[in-house]
């Protein structure tokens, strides 16, 4: 069951306005970077469910998150389909994030009423997901789409909540570019979470540019 009401995740989405993401197949590589990304002043998490046995992986870290992370809003990523929501619900997720917009994942979620956020990429799908209570859009894949596009969004519809994934990096000038335009917040996955030269996460710098990130989103709201 959540931990957090989707009202609650939608003001942290809001209030803080970065959520990482990632994903790992090992569990006690997922807390070091969960741990982190934490430290770093995140209080958000979109894990990424993109392996086999990733709702294992899941469960166990979202069980270290509310012993150990008290403060931390576990969510799920690349979510498909109704059955995968109702599967990470029940360990505990308190948010979904789709690449898609799907009615059987949209019911599973108001059902339960967890935070859910859906993959859309025109203003017609964006104002359908409105339409079936969708608080904050996802603009995926984010990295196909610039600020401008936001900013012509917002223009009919300025109620719209919108946070881009992918094509947003922790520095000042891609920050300045989207929260200009006028997102909610944003996802970082690869760009936020790094690694160094031997291909393993780098937890030190992580920590560091997720409070580079905060501190750069703060000054721009």
Not at 35 to 48: H, S
Not at 76 to 100: M, Q, W
Not at 126 to 140: T, W
């Amino acid at each position: 069951m959540a931990q957090f009401t989707r009202i609650e995740v939608a003001t942290a989405m809001k209030e803080t306005g970065l959520v990482p993401l990632f994903y790992h197949p090992n569990i006690e590589v997922s807390k070091k970077v969960l741990k982190a990304c934490y430290d770093g002043g995140a209080r958000l998490m979109e894990f990424t469910a993109r392996g086999d046995f990733a709702h294992e992986v899941f469960g166990k870290l979202n069980k270290y998150a509310i012993k150990e992370l008290p403060d931390m809003i576990m969510g799920v990523g690349s979510v498909t389909d109704g059955a995968a929501a109702s599967r990470f619900i029940a360990l505990g997720a308190n948010f979904i994030v789709t690449p898609v917009l799907r009615e059987d994942i949209v019911i599973v979620c108001n059902r339960r009423k967890v935070l859910w956020s859906a993959g859309c990429g025109s203003l017609s799908e964006i104002a359908k997901a409105e339409e079936m209570g969708c608080e904050i859009v996802k603009l995926f894949p984010g990295g196909t789409y610039r600020a401008d596009f936001v900013k012509a969004i917002k223009g009919p519809q300025p109620w719209t909540s919108i946070m881009p994934t992918g094509g947003v990096s922790p520095t000042k000038e891609s920050l300045e570019s989207w929260f200009n335009a006028g997102v909610t917040c944003v996802g970082m996955g690869s760009k936020l979470i790094s690694k160094n030269t031997e291909g393993s996460f780098d937890y030190k710098k992580i920590k560091e540019l997720v409070k580079k990130a905060l501190k750069i989103i703060d000054a721009l709201k």
